[in-house]
């Protein structure tokens, strides 16, 4: 059974930045793409950003050069750093493993208010 356990979100300015970590357990991290979604209240699950097992690196156009995701593999983490932040990023922010099955996390809400 794969756990995954997001941790890092808050309350932030506009304009300011939060790093969103996403720690998994089990022995898949290394092969699976990790992602992060985001859910808004009264709106859908969103894609977020993700990381493939190969490296490469994917974007919603609406956090292209405002996030990055990175991940260490020794670890199991994968990390959503998160610049200059706007009022419409404010959602609960959940992490995605997905090899053979896919898993969530429970997610962590991000409120960007002054």
């Known amino acids: 059974q794969v756990q995954l356990v997001e941790s890092g979100g808050g309350l932030v300015q506009p304009g300011g930045s939060l790093r969103l970590s996403c720690a998994a357990s089990?022995?898949?991290?290394?092969?699976?793409?990790m992602g992060w979604y985001r859910q808004a209240p009264g709106k859908q699950r969103e894609f977020v950003a993700r990381s493939t097992s190969g490296g490469m690196t994917d974007y919603a156009d609406s956090v292209k050069g405002r996030f990055t995701i990175s991940r260490d593999n020794a670890k199991n983490v994968v990390y959503l750093q998160m610049s200059s932040l706007k009022p419409e990023d404010t959602a609960v922010y959940y992490c995605?493993?997905?090899?053979?099955?896919?898993?969530w996390g429970q997610g962590t809400q991000v409120t960007v208010s002054s």
């Open positions: 995605k493993a997905e090899a053979r099955y896919v898993y």
């Open positions: 089990g022995s898949i991290f290394r092969v699976s793409t």
